[in-house]
């Protein structure tokens, strides 16, 4: 239902509906958004809000889920499997890191609505044109979406970092303590100087092809949980 906000010049109240919400905390931005903050944009008063929106959380998922809704992954269908999971890896990437705050939001909870869960049936939907059993398309887009999420969450927060006052001290001061070390800096000498953008594709193509071998196309869940758990000290899929 719409609430009205203070009369506008013409003498008749203005009303705020639940699209205005999303409108306007979209514009705020999901890193800086918050009730006051929609509120104080949309004329009410913060209270006013919570007729369309469940408090902090309400508001994130509807925000949240909007900007989600706009990605919409593209699946070359020449593309191999490792092809595809490292497009599917840089789609999300940029996605996440063109709406400051994104990476935050799904850390957090995911899927939290209609947004997120379209997201996963796109993501499982190309895994399992390729052969994977439903169940197993989610393991394994949920784990490099999981990777990918939380490199870009670092990235975003590195970004931020560069903007505040005394960074680029500390970023120096830092460099020193690793060139400055006897085992530390003679092997970073040779190291290749890499942005993010570069660095991305080498760091997700290692993890994918991993994720890969022991999860490749027509193997069950259970036994990429049970090989899973072998190697280590975890529970297999019948214990937990």
Known sequence: MPDTKPTNAGGRPSTIAPDDIVR?????????????????????????????VDGRWGLERVVGESVLSDLVLVDEHADNLEQHLVRYADQ??????????????????????????????????????????????????????????NIAAGEEHAVSATSEAGYSEELDS??????????????H????TM??????????TAAIG?????????????EIV?????RTDLPSAKEM
Not at 105 to 127: E, H, I, K, T, V
Request: no cysteine.
């Open 174 to 187: 830092a460099w020193l303590i690793v060139t400055d070390d006897p085992i530390l800096g003679p092997s």
């Open 24 to 52: 306007v905390g979209r514009e705020i931005g999901m890193r800086n958004l918050s009730l006051k903050g929609v509120a104080a944009k949309l004329g009410v008063s913060a209270a006013a809000l919570y007729r369309h």
């Open 92 to 149: 999300l990437r940029r996605h996440v890191l063109a709406h400051p705050g994104l990476g935050a939001y799904m850390q957090a909870l995911f899927p939290r609505g209609a947004g997120g869960s379209a997201l996963l049936r796109q993501a499982q939907n190309a895994l399992v044109r390729r052969g994977y059993e439903p169940s197993a398309a989610v393991v394994l887009s949920s784990a490099v979406a999981s990777v990918t999420i």
């Open 189 to 192: 000498a040779p190291l290749p």
């Open 210 to 222: 991993g994720l890969i071998a022991v999860a490749p196309p027509g193997r069950p869940v259970t």
């Open 226 to 230: 049970n090989e899973l758990a072998s």
């Open 195 to 204: 942005s993010t953008q570069q660095y991305f594709p080498l760091l997700t």
